[in-house]
């Protein structure tokens, strides 16, 4: 009886660190993989040609990334210039001012819109936002465009990364002491003069790396941006003007990867380039974002 | 004095049309997919296989796309579960759980979900080819499990560190061993958390296109065994919308209606389980 407990108790532990092992050690794997793929490219045609060379015909065996990287920035760039604002003024609206009843509506809201995958955000965007930048934003810009453009691959971005980001700012919200926004409303102050010396104030770089956290996010994103950014070989013009963002170009092409010579070590440096991007980004933002809630646990404790 | 009232309302404007802003953009996805997709949704599209000539708009429906999603995700989540239930246990109740160790662990998954799904689309493209086998079911369950994985630890990580220490004293003074601990008490204490844990992996498995567009291949029909390809709803809507035929376009809007009405109902399942979990903590 004992004995058989005890075997029991050894497979439960063995389960427990096999899992943890499989857990640390794939991405490992992953990423020497990426890398062990990629390396024949920057071997062959130097790291800095990569990088800065316009010119992309894998048949010729030249591989110049700098449409898809400037395609990829602008992108997700404006996304987050585009969705940073809302998230911001929504996050104070709900963590200060919002009515419990306004808080239970919009919850389910963030929510539903976390849970869409990204296609439907994409056939969204065809329906929508394509022709609003098609017949709205390109005439008064006084520029064609098919509509499918970086605006539209950017419009499509910002609101799918609210959810994520206004999530992580409402959870910095709340660590701000209440005793902190009421020795703001001791000294007369409005709401939003409290808000602006406390919640702002006390969280600013939190704010900052929610964002640069959201931006992470955004680069990484695939169909949805794919299905309306145009994917044309070429650094955009303006912003109503097609681009091709380095996830599509792993998602157009894998399927004749293995045909060209250094496809693949192509689109595995593609990878590769997102793969470190959104590793350090996460690193670095989410290592500020803790002082935060770390800070607060001590406090309960 | 009037100046700083001017800039509280000017503020709470902004921010209460920021606010409406997120809804309608719910709003705008919810009715667009539905309107465009009503008109073609109808019992054929659930109910049968893509016909010859479906794709110019011939007769037919996308049955292989919502079992094929389903596997998927259903087999995905199984994966995952199995690599996740006991991790999150031993960061709770084998480990310290503010050490050092766990809270490095978690910064680890955290950062890990920050990887974006085409990066492990590529990385198992890569290593299916360099083994020599073909797009398949298991290949996507495999790649899709390693992805959700994380998300699905974390998730039951939040609802472990919940269970009160004296759980976990109680069942040591009664001659439980660590493992009896963690399975009996724990889990249980845990249940219904766990449950919108795994509700939400299966909805991040079903709405994954990069992964699957990149591991599983795509195919007409239902897949009997885990090395044959298999199609998905994402990939259903993807390729559709690309076809020129309005009729299959069509369908592609009936498809995005059908995985949304999924979506919405594991997010809704997932809701109501968590008010449930509580009342009861």
Known sequence: MIATRRMRDYAGFAWMVISKIIIIIVPLIMLYVIIDKSLPLLQENGFVNILSGDDWKPAAGSFGFRPFIIGSLYVSVLAILISAPVCILAA???SEYAHRRILGFMQPVIDILAGIPSVIYGVWGILFIVPFVRNVIAPVAGIESTGYSVLAGSLVLAVMIIPFVLNI??????????????????????????????????????????????????????????????????????????GYPLPALIANNYGEMMSIPKYDSALMFAALILLVITVVFNILMRLIIRRFTTKTADNEA | MKHKYFEEFVMKTLMISATLIIAIALGSILYGIVVRGI?????????????????????????NAIIGSLYLALGATFLALILSVPV????????????????????????????????????????????????????????VGIFVAPIMIRAMDEVLQRVPNGIREAAYSMGCTKTETAFRFFLRKAAPGIVTAILLSFGRAIGDAAVVLLTTGYTDYIPTSLDQQVATLPLAIFFQLSSPVEEVQGRAYASALILTIIILFISISARIIGRVYKKTI
Do not use: H
Not at chain 1, 172 to 179: I, M, S
Not at chain 2, 41 to 60: C, V
């Open chain 1, 92 to 94: 104070i609206y709900l």
């Open chain 1, 169 to 242: 700012l409402l959870e910095l919200f709340a660590t701000v002491p209440l005793e902190l926004r009421e020795s703001a409303y001791s000294m007369g102050t409005t709401k939003w003069e409290m808000v602006k010396v406390t919640v702002l104030k006390k969280t600013g770089a939190g704010i900052i790396s929610a964002i640069g956290l959201g931006w992470a996010r955004a680069i990484g994103e695939t169909i949805a941006v794919m299905m309306v950014v145009g994917n044309t070989i070429a650094i955009p013009k303006n912003i109503v003007s097609p």
């Open chain 2, 39 to 63: 008109p073609y949704l109808n019992w054929s599209m659930i109910s049968s296989l893509p016909k010859g000539g479906y794709y110019f708009g011939k007769e037919g429906g996308i049955l």
């Open chain 2, 88 to 143: 999150a246990l031993y960061m709770n109740v084998f480990l310290q759980r503010n050490s050092k160790a766990v809270s490095f662990f978690r910064f680890f998954l955290d950062v890990l979900w920050g990887i974006p799904s085409i990066v492990y689309g590529a990385f198992g493209f890569t290593i299916m080819v360099a083994l020599g086998i073909r797009t398949s079911l298991l290949g996507g369950i495999v790649v």
